[in-house]
């Protein structure tokens, strides 16, 4: 089933007609990463086709879970699927965009994701947590307007040298 669902959203991505929510909605329920890189793919660039319209809130849930779930597996990348590092990037470089959400979105979408790392980071092995270091939090906190969702970081003593870590980059690095 699964490698028919990704078999059938590369050949709409491929294309250029309509795109039916359900069918969306059915391929993400698979749960099946590859297939997930290909609808990842799809919700990023041929939104408009999809008909009708999932709710920006349910597609960006969508993007942060498959993000999130690359950054923890660290799967090989192919041709939709990121590995862990391309993950993390993609996510710091999401969080900014996402920043710019109305303020009613984006408030509770930011700190969402801010708890979603912590606790990925907490049961992380090494080399995950490095992937949350230098791939998303170095990155996203170049946006100086991003560091507040993670202050919590600052007080909690595990979390503490992380937070002062991403954030001497961020700094270093801030986006002008």
Known sequence: MTTSAYAEVVQL??????????????????????TWSAVYELTRTEWSRITPEIPTEEQIGFMRRYLLRCIEENPTPGHYLHGGFQAAWEL?????????LEAKRQGALLRGVAVDLEKAYRRADAATQNRILCGVLEHAFEDPALRPYFSSWERDPELREIYRLALEWGAAHEDR
């Open 13 to 34: 991505l491929e294309g250029d007609t309509p795109i039916a929510r359900d069918d969306v909605r059915r391929w993400i329920e698979t749960g099946d990463l590859l």
């Open 92 to 100: 710091a470089a999401s969080l900014k965009h996402w920043r710019r």
